[in-house]
């Protein structure tokens, strides 16, 4: 190697040294700005999420003030847009709920959706909250159900009878109507004359007598059907006098004991807002509460063994006269005639066959001819949602585990 | 016969020029290099403060929000609005400060988190949430609605 050489040799080293210096230096400091990257990333990313559970919080704390101002009014409206992928099914209810700005979101616009299945459980609404941040392009999602006081639980006073008064009942012509008691483990009516359990209850007999005991005798002469209708059913009637229904402070007992803590205003309510999603006995799933104003007969079958339906015909329905259901017409569920505790209101009814069980807090005079009243077990099920034992259904409620971070 | 050692001095001086030069570059770069790596560690140091902050920031946040039972903060934070905690994590020391706010609705409460530790380096910025601002604030809410929790018998 000639001299000169060297001296050429040693400056392509240092250079091809000072490169690699700086490459490794260079990428060096690219793995450090990812990862300060990252941690920004993170901090956009947190500060994200927590906008997101303030919506949230702020959402549950105005549910909670609506529910104490106007409890009636909160789901009187859908929008189909607001509906998350996974509750676009035509039992679903969805609403945008749009939160004061009087607070410091550091600059991320809010989403909160509430949404609810008005068929399975309108007592349950499932709450979504979105934060993001046009800036930084960061987002965070929570979502948490709480329990609403749109219903409330049945309670266990359930009379197994597919005739449950406050009065008496007589057939118009007797011998024309059929009621089918509960078989032997109640499972359903048997319809053969074998039927051990009650046909008619009425939480009110006259004690004609005076003497504080319901009799035999007065008992007959307050539920007066043919045992031919009955096919061995049994007629129930308080053994001690009651008071009788007064129509100027009618109370609830008939209804309660059927709906539990369930008011006649949340079963509008939740009508309505079936009505409201365009259900009805066509849909999948079918509607299952009806709340009925017109004093028209009814002429619509409804219900079906697997899915029953609840028909209440209000105080407005039963102005004058209850609506008769159609001779032809089949119910499977429970039908409700609020006549005020008025005899007069419910007389002449005709049931057209009912399967389920039909209450009413008066008597049921006259009843006519080719009315049917079959039990069925799960009757309630179109009001019989699932709530927690022991819960205090009149207030807004969180639901134990339900809180979930993420869409 | 006179030409020879003359080249040789010749060869002898232009070696002693490149080595000079190549010294030079070698200075230039390794201190460049340096520099980089000087300011790669600082960053690294900022990020990683930042990281800790933000999980100290989170998990006061939970913690208030579990209650009393889980989270001792929380009282103080429940009897006199405010809540001061301070952690030395990696030889930094961190001051938590957790306050509450009014909202207006009773029910519902701000609350705000803020750890703030003092920077590695000398970086300063204007945003407050950047690693070398030595400070991060979370703000969120608190709604007092009960969770039913269904009585079981043992």
């Not at chain 1, 639980?153 to 005739?163: F, R, S």
């Not at chain 1, 007598?209 to 009799?215: K, T, Y």
């Not at chain 1, 005798?217 to 229904?245: D, R």
């Given at each position: 190697m000639k001299v000169p050489d060297r001296g050429a040799i040693t400056l392509l080293m240092v250079t091809l040294l000072v490169l690699l210096a700086s490459m490794v230096g260079l990428f060096t400091a690219?793995?450090?700005?990812?990862?300060?990257?990252?941690?920004?990333?993170?901090?956009?990313?947190?500060?994200?999420?927590?906008?997101a559970e303030a919506a949230l919080e702020t959402a549950l704390a105005n549910i909670v003030?609506?529910?104490?101002?106007?409890?009636?009014?909160?789901?009187?409206?859908?929008?189909?847009?607001?509906?998350?992928?996974?509750?676009?099914?035509?039992e679903w209810q969805c609403r945008s709920l749009l939160l004061d700005t009087g607070w410091d979101t550091q600059g991320h616009t809010l989403q909160v959706r509430v949404m609810r299945d008005v068929v399975r459980a309108p007592h349950v609404a499932l709450v979504h909250a979105q934060a993001r941040h046009p800036g930084n392009h960061s987002s965070g999602q929570v979502q948490q159900s709480i329990y609403l006081p749109t219903a409330g639980p049945i309670g266990n006073a359930n009379q197994l009878t597919p005739l449950l008064t406050q009065g008496c009942v007589n057939e118009a012509i007797a011998g024309s109507t059929r009621f089918c008691a509960p078989g032997a483990n109640q499972t359903g009516c048997s319809g053969n004359g074998l039927s051990i359990g009650t046909a008619i209850q009425t939480l009110y007999a006259p004690d004609l007598d005076g003497n504080g005991l319901i009799s035999a005798a007065e008992q007959q002469a307050c539920?007066?059907?043919?045992?031919?209708?009955?096919q061995g059913g049994a007629l129930v009637t308080p053994a001690t006098a009651t008071?009788?229904?007064?129509?100027?402070?009618?109370?609830?007992?008939?209804?309660?004991?059927?709906f539990g803590q369930t008011t006649p205003a949340h079963i509008r309510a939740i009508s309505q807002a079936q009505a409201l999603?365009?259900?009805?006995?066509?849909?999948q799933p079918a509607r299952s509460v009806y709340w009925i104003d017109s004093p028209a007969e009814w002429s619509q079958s409804v219900g079906t063994p697997s899915a029953p339906v609840v028909l209440v015909f209000s105080a407005s329905a039963c102005a004058s006269q209850c609506p008769r259901i159609s001779p032809s017409t089949q119910i499977v569920g429970t039908v409700f005639l609020d006549t005020q505790c008025q005899d007069s209101r419910a007389a002449l009814w005709h049931s057209g066959s009912v399967s389920g069980q039909v209450a009413l807090p008066s008597g049921l005079p006259n009843l006519q001819a080719g009315s049917q009243f079959l039990w069925l077990a799960n009757h309630r099920q179109a009001f019989d949602w699932p709530w927690p034992v022991n819960i205090d259904a009149t207030r807004v409620q969180r639901v134990r585990g339900s809180w979930k971070s993420g869409g | 016969m006179s030409k020879r050692p003359e080249l040789a001095r010749q060869a002898q001086g232009f070696t002693l020029i490149e080595?000079?030069?190549?010294?030079?570059?070698?200075?230039?770069?390794?201190?460049?290099a340096i520099t980089l790596a000087m300011h790669s560690l600082q960053a690294a140091g900022s990020s990683r403060q930042q990281s800790t902050a933000l999980a100290l920031a989170?998990?006061?946040?939970?913690?208030?929000?579990?209650?009393?039972?889980?989270?001792?903060?929380s009282a103080a934070l429940a009897s006199t609005g405010q809540m001061q905690e301070t952690q030395t994590l990696s030889g930094t020391t961190y001051q938590i400060n957790g306050e509450l706010a009014l909202t207006g609705m009773a029910n519902l409460q701000g609350l705000q988190v803020t750890v703030e530790w003092k920077p590695t380096g000398t970086t300063t910025t204007h945003n407050p949430m950047s690693p070398g601002?030595?400070?991060i604030a979370l703000r969120t809410r608190l709604a007092s609605i009960p969770v039913f929790v269904q009585a079981t018998t043992p």
């Amino acid at each position: 190697m000639k001299v000169p050489d060297r001296g050429a040799i040693t400056l392509l080293m240092v250079t091809l040294l000072v490169l690699l210096a700086s490459m490794v230096g260079l990428f060096t400091a690219r793995s450090i700005l990812s990862e300060r990257l990252s941690a920004n990333n993170g901090v956009w990313a947190a500060q994200a999420q927590q906008t997101a559970e303030a919506a949230l919080e702020t959402a549950l704390a105005n549910i909670v003030q609506s529910f104490s101002i106007a409890p009636n009014t909160f789901w009187s409206t859908h929008d189909p847009q607001q509906c998350l992928s996974a509750y676009t099914g035509i039992e679903w209810q969805c609403r945008s709920l749009l939160l004061d700005t009087g607070w410091d979101t550091q600059g991320h616009t809010l989403q909160v959706r509430v949404m609810r299945d008005v068929v399975r459980a309108p007592h349950v609404a499932l709450v979504h909250a979105q934060a993001r941040h046009p800036g930084n392009h960061s987002s965070g999602q929570v979502q948490q159900s709480i329990y609403l006081p749109t219903a409330g639980p049945i309670g266990n006073a359930n009379q197994l009878t597919p005739l449950l008064t406050q009065g008496c009942v007589n057939e118009a012509i007797a011998g024309s109507t059929r009621f089918c008691a509960p078989g032997a483990n109640q499972t359903g009516c048997s319809g053969n004359g074998l039927s051990i359990g009650t046909a008619i209850q009425t939480l009110y007999a006259p004690d004609l007598d005076g003497n504080g005991l319901i009799s035999a005798a007065e008992q007959q002469a307050c539920l007066k059907v043919n045992a031919s209708s009955l096919q061995g059913g049994a007629l129930v009637t308080p053994a001690t006098a009651t008071l009788a229904p007064n129509p100027a402070t009618c109370d609830s007992a008939v209804w309660n004991s059927l709906f539990g803590q369930t008011t006649p205003a949340h079963i509008r309510a939740i009508s309505q807002a079936q009505a409201l999603k365009g259900l009805s006995s066509l849909t999948q799933p079918a509607r299952s509460v009806y709340w009925i104003d017109s004093p028209a007969e009814w002429s619509q079958s409804v219900g079906t063994p697997s899915a029953p339906v609840v028909l209440v015909f209000s105080a407005s329905a039963c102005a004058s006269q209850c609506p008769r259901i159609s001779p032809s017409t089949q119910i499977v569920g429970t039908v409700f005639l609020d006549t005020q505790c008025q005899d007069s209101r419910a007389a002449l009814w005709h049931s057209g066959s009912v399967s389920g069980q039909v209450a009413l807090p008066s008597g049921l005079p006259n009843l006519q001819a080719g009315s049917q009243f079959l039990w069925l077990a799960n009757h309630r099920q179109a009001f019989d949602w699932p709530w927690p034992v022991n819960i205090d259904a009149t207030r807004v409620q969180r639901v134990r585990g339900s809180w979930k971070s993420g869409g | 016969m006179s030409k020879r050692p003359e080249l040789a001095r010749q060869a002898q001086g232009f070696t002693l020029i490149e080595a000079l030069v190549a010294a030079a570059l070698l200075g230039l770069g390794m201190m460049g290099a340096i520099t980089l790596a000087m300011h790669s560690l600082q960053a690294a140091g900022s990020s990683r403060q930042q990281s800790t902050a933000l999980a100290l920031a989170q998990n006061t946040i939970d913690c208030l929000r579990s209650g009393p039972a889980l989270c001792t903060d929380s009282a103080a934070l429940a009897s006199t609005g405010q809540m001061q905690e301070t952690q030395t994590l990696s030889g930094t020391t961190y001051q938590i400060n957790g306050e509450l706010a009014l909202t207006g609705m009773a029910n519902l409460q701000g609350l705000q988190v803020t750890v703030e530790w003092k920077p590695t380096g000398t970086t300063t910025t204007h945003n407050p949430m950047s690693p070398g601002s030595g400070q991060i604030a979370l703000r969120t809410r608190l709604a007092s609605i009960p969770v039913f929790v269904q009585a079981t018998t043992p």
